[in-house]
Every structure is written in C-alpha cells, then in structure tokens.
C-alpha cells in the first residue's frame, strides 16, 4: 500500500448535488495531505454535467466512470450518500482501478432494508424538494441533510446560485433516485479496503445502515454524535481526523 501521501483521490457527491457541494472539505483536505491529489467530480446530470442524463443502471455508470478516470488508477473514493454506493460498485467491479474507498452515510441492498434507506420521514420532504426549484428546493434539501445551522442562510444564497448556473432537472432527480434504489451489494466482502462513515442526526438514511454494513463485511463502522447526512458540511475537520487515523492503521498493515 503506497503512502499515505501519494494518494490520488476522487470524491463523489450524492443525489442532485455536484462537485461545488464538498464546500471547504477539498481545500481542507489537501492542507492535511499535501502532497495527494484531490478532484472531485460530477456524476451526469449534476454540476457540470447538468445536462446529461442521469443513467437509472449502476452498470452504465460505471462503465462510464472507467471509461473516463482509468488514466488515474489507482484511486482512493471518498463517496457520500449515493456516491458512496457508486464507490462500492466501482470497487467490485474493477478493483484493479482502486486502492480504498470510504462510505458515507450510504446504504446497500439487501443487507438495509428500505426504511433504513431511505427514512420514512424524509419521503414527505424529498417529493416536497422535488416538486419546488431554487431557493425553495436547496432549503428543503440543506434542512433534511445538514444538521449543524451555522451560516444556513449564507450557504442556501450560495446553493441557489449553483442551481441557477447547472440547474439539476426533476427528471434527472427522479433517475438518481431510481439508479439509487437499484444499487445492491453483491455476495462478496469489499474487495478493497473500506471504512463506513455516518451522523447519528441523519435525517435522510438511517445510520444504522452503516452499521449493518459494517457487521455483514467486518469493516470499521465511524459515527458521528451530532452530524447529520452532510459530513463534509456539518464537520469537516472531524471528518479528515478520523480518515486519517483509518489510514494509518488499516492501510499500514496492507
């Protein structure tokens, strides 16, 4: 296992969000481990690739994904929520393109059932975030995902803006939410290392599928006592700590 410095990182956000949501995590991220690389991507239909078309099949995806990042293996996957999904996928399907990836408060098939996945309360507010657009949507989402308040109405200005630049359409939503719910582990334990990340305050996904991953693989499990579905918002620093001391144990021993 290379040093912990020479990682090449990819981080990949969840459903309707881009590259711009990992807010200070990156640049923070980079003064902990200055000599890795950091990049984080848009999935299409988000950011960059608003206009694309979000693909409802995992296979498509990362098929597309090898396509495009192979040049860089191998890479170490930070993925949140659905990107954490998206990590695991690429790991079991091409593990030769990675060294280690880390899940936050994500979620698998069939080892969580689905009101673990997604919380029954949460329902009520994603079809609410669906149905608005702009400020109205970004504020449904940062209450139902972010649990620390601080400067919410600072960073809901600057999501709007985001919005407006790389506006993510209801119909691309709906195919994220789709591919979301098709995404199912396989019989086989991670083949790479892993680390499950959560907030005990997620509104959104149920921490306990963390820990139900984390029992079914025997992989570290980390919780968070006041974070919710946003890690990288809600505690970034804490975030890096506990990914670095992951790193220098498990990895050490690889």
Not at 68 to 81: A, E, M, Q, W
Not at 167 to 191: F, G, W, Y
Not at 240 to 253: E, T
Request: hydrophobic fraction near 40%.
């Amino acid at each position: 296992m290379a040093e912990l410095a020479q990682h090449r990182w990819l981080f990949i956000r969840g459903l309707g969000r881009e590259a711009r949501h990992w807010g200070e995590l990156p640049s923070l991220w980079q003064q902990h481990f200055p000599r890795s690389t950091v990049e984080c991507i848009d999935l299409p239909g988000n950011g960059t690739l608003w206009q694309h078309r979000s693909p409802t099949q995992i296979t498509s995806l990362i098929e597309w994904l090898h396509d495009r990042y192979s040049h860089l293996v191998p890479i170490t996957l930070l993925g949140l929520s659905l990107g954490g999904m998206v990590a695991y996928h690429w790991m079991q399907k091409y593990p030769q393109d990675i060294r280690a990836i880390i899940m936050i408060n994500s979620s698998l098939a069939p080892f969580n059932h689905r009101w673990q996945r997604l919380r029954p309360g949460a329902l009520k507010n994603l079809l609410q975030a669906l149905k608005h657009s702009g400020y109205e949507r970004e504020a449904l989402i940062f209450d139902l995902t972010c649990a620390n308040q601080e400067q919410r109405e600072q960073t809901l200005i600057q999501w709007h803006l985001w919005q407006q630049q790389c506006p993510v359409s209801r119909t691309n939503l709906i195919r994220q939410l789709l591919l979301a719910n098709s995404c199912k582990a396989d019989s086989q334990p991670p083949k790479r290392p892993t680390l499950l990340v959560s907030g005990s305050q997620d509104r959104l996904v149920d921490p306990v599928s963390s820990d139900c991953l984390a029992r079914q693989w025997l992989v570290p499990v980390i919780q968070h006592p006041q974070a919710g579905h946003d890690l990288p918002h809600d505690v970034p620093e804490w975030l890096i700590s506990q990914v670095k001391q992951w790193l220098q144990s498990d990895l050490k021993r690889n």
